[in-house]
């Protein structure tokens, strides 16, 4: 069995990729998972705890081979308004109850639950079910695995602010 231990930093993604791992997002939060690569291969990921995911994230396993992630398509609902303001509401209101959430330009995407669903027809939004790779925000202080700049993350901090300019 191929043993998965490391993620590798955003600035390898030229490397060459040996295989690929598809994982519903559910799985891509799990440190310690038993897997099977997209060639068939039985592997062990046995990464540090608290990590997350991200399609196109590259690990690397003790031998060597380099394992690309791929977000698994997976039923969610997107969800559409007809103003930005009422986009807001929704997604303040499933921000209340800790929803994680994909937010795209003028959308919202969640993990299908039909609770919600209700809810957010009830608040006059438009709900797409579908099947689609589920990528949702890592939060506000640098939780998960984001594609930008760790510094940049930090000075996003309201104390990292006041630091560099007080």
């Known amino acids: ?4 231990t490391q993620r590798l930093p955003a600035i390898n993604l030229a490397h060459p990729i040996d295989d ?3 994982l519903p997002f559910d799985l891509r939060k799990k440190s310690r998972l038993r897997v099977t690569l997209k060639s068939g291969i039985e592997a062990a990921l046995m990464l540090d705890r ?3 995911l991200r399609g196109g994230d590259l690990l690397k396993a003790e031998d060597g081979k380099v394992v690309q992630i791929v977000a698994a ?13 009422a986009l807001m509401c929704a997604a303040y209101h499933l921000g209340n109850r800790h929803v994680p959430l994909q ?8 993990e299908q639950d039909h609770v919600l669903k209700e809810m957010l027809i ?29 510094q940049d993350n930090f000075s996003r901090l ?9």
């Open 1 to 4: 069995m191929l043993n998965i």
């Open 20 to 22: 690929y791992l598809v």
């Open 50 to 52: 608290g990590t997350i």
């Open 73 to 85: 398509e997976q039923p969610v609902t997107d969800v559409k308004a007809e103003t930005q303001q």
């Open 103 to 110: 937010v795209g330009d003028g959308w919202l995407r969640l």
């Open 122 to 150: 009830g608040l006059g939004m438009t709900t797409i079910d579908q099947l689609a790779p589920f990528e949702p925000e890592a939060g506000a202080y640098g939780g998960g695995h984001k594609h930008h700049d760790a």
């Open 158 to 166: 309201p104390s990292a602010r006041l630091r560099r300019h007080g």
